[in-house]
């Protein structure tokens, strides 16, 4: 089975932590920033686990506001 | 493989479609308002109809929906959408023209207008989106709220005796002789999201061929009103909105 790699962008600014992301994640990859939070006062989605993600886009296509892009590559 | 390798062009596999601009969206965190937004969207690009939808606002929530979809919109007084629909339909009878409303403007004020628009059968596509509460004034007892569901108007819940029974107008739609495509969908996961767009995309068609009127409504999530986390939201509508409005196809013709 071909394997992929996936990596997320979140436009942290955009991002109102409503948290649908990470519970959509099916690799646990995202999480919510504990500490810091953006320019509107929200802590935002942060990819915590390295090297696990996988492209599935379920993150992306939850979130209500369209902040993740995503990119898939076959591994070699 | 680094992460720099991944992030190129060719290897985007999902991206905030561009119809749906950078303008903040005024929507709670979680809200379904922003996903059905993003589907319209998607649809609308994937169809290649940008230039030629034109959308009608509702009075609630979605209010301010011409902000964030960059097509053409209408502004409808409270409820009246169907009502501006249907003109803007007979005088562009090539152009694809939906409504957006909630709850409170499609099934209280608007009823009369929702009903005789969709039993006309004018070209167009009414999206409903049936959260169970007056999401933008703080929360009120809609006529779709649920038995025994608490509102700010209802604090000990809804009660038969007192309020009526929810409301189910899209299965009052799918009698309707003028109506082509009623369903009901929800955008509480992935797998839902996807069968919304298809019905979305659906009823964009069907107006188009001028089949007739559709009625799309999705069970959405106020956790606001509701006074969860969207997440509980999600478990909440589940538990409780499914087994009243049951999702799935009403009427396909």
């Known amino acids: 089975m071909a394997k992929f790699k996936g990596a997320t962008v979140v436009d942290t600014e955009r991002c109102k932590g409503c948290n649908l992301c990470v519970v959509a994640c099916p690799l646990d990859v995202l999480a919510l920033t504990a500490k810091s939070v953006n320019q509107k006062g929200y802590p935002y989605a942060q990819e915590v686990k390295e090297d696990t993600c996988n492209g599935c886009a379920s993150c992306a296509t939850v979130c209500p506001d369209g902040c993740i892009t995503v990119y898939r590559k076959k591994a070699e | 493989m680094t992460r720099e390798e991944i992030i190129q062009p060719e290897n985007l596999v999902y991206k905030k479609p561009a119809l749906l601009n950078d303008v903040p969206m005024h929507y709670c965190p979680g809200c379904s308002h922003g996903m059905v937004h993003k589907l319209i969207a998607e649809i609308i690009e994937e169809m290649g109809m940008e230039e030629k939808t034109i959308g009608v606002c509702p009075v609630g929530c979605a209010v301010f929906a011409y902000k964030y979809v960059d097509i053409d919109w209408q502004e409808a007084a409270h409820g009246r959408a169907p009502a501006v629909a249907t003109a803007v339909k007979r005088l562009w009878p090539n152009h694809l023209v939906f409504t957006y409303q909630g709850d409170g403007d499609l099934a209280c004020i608007g009823t009369g207008e929702t009903i ?20 933008m004034t703080g929360g009120q007892m809609a006529p779709t709220t649920l038995i025994g569901q608490k509102t700010a108007t209802c604090p000990y819940g809804r009660e038969v005796k007192l309020h009526g029974w929810p409301l189910k107008i899209t299965e009052i739609a799918a009698t309707l002789d003028g109506t082509c495509y009623v369903t009901r969908q929800a955008v509480h996961n992935v797998a839902a999201i996807k069968k919304a767009k298809k019905a979305i995309r659906k009823a964009f068609e069907n107006s188009l061929a001028g089949k007739g009127s559709s009625l799309v409504e999705i069970v959405s999530t106020c956790n606001s009103g509701w006074k969860l986390s969207p997440e509980k939201s999600n478990q909440w509508m589940e538990e409780n909105m499914f087994n009243f409005y049951k999702l799935g196809d009403l009427k396909d013709e």
């Open chain 2, 116 to 135: 005789h628009a969709l039993n006309r059968g004018e070209n167009i596509v009414v999206i409903f989106i049936n959260n169970a509460i007056y999401g």
